[in-house]
């Protein structure tokens, strides 16, 4: 039974580059959710979809991020220009309808370094 | 809005021994609680969750947690602690408002030493 799939795995970039993070979630969860997880601020959700649609993005750091989903098996979250300070773990979950009572499912995670 | 303390940075236990992590809450209304387990490289697993019913719940790899409504706590534990428990725990609370989000505390890093 395939998780949520996330990649890259690892990603090295410069700063200035675009960078773009995949995420294709668990068949049939109707909740997507991109988060970052630094040692300093520990784990900050970003953004949630509900049926593909953006509920809260509250938690977008600035408009040089940005996330789609297109449909209900594939999301990106895109940075544009990025920076040293973008650096850090971002994760993808996903979690069925009448999500507050199921538990979310993570990703492996996008290791993300600019250089 | 809701939030959670887990207010210890690192938790030392021999192998064998009971093991504890702390969680308290804080939420308007009856919480939703979960405890999630990361291993290095790794995303979040989910340990075990309370919604209502018994306040002792019990979960995956022999752990359990029991919910405080009074003392407003969510305390993780294992009766006796393996090596490979060695990982970063979180604790999350979601409020029963219709706001899906979940709050995560800091984690704390378990350490269990044989």
Sequence with gaps: DAGVIQSPRHEVTEMGQEVTLRCKPISGHDYLFWYRQTMMRGLELLIYFNNNVPIDDSGMPEDRFSA????ASFSTLKIQPSEPRDSAVYFCASSFAQGARQ????????????? | AQSVAQPEDQVNVAEGNPLTVKCTYSVSGNPYLFWY???????LQFLLKYITGDNLVKGSYGFEAEFNKSQTS???KKPSALVSDSALYFCAVRDMSGNNRLAFGKGNQVVVIP
Excluded: A, E, W
């Design chain 1, 68 to 71: 789609k989903m297109p449909n």
């Design chain 1, 103 to 115: 538990p979310q499912h993570f990703g492996d995670g996008t290791r993300l370094s600019i250089l």
């Design chain 2, 37 to 43: 387990v990361q291993y290095p490289n790794r995303g």
């Design chain 2, 74 to 76: 969510f305390h993780l």
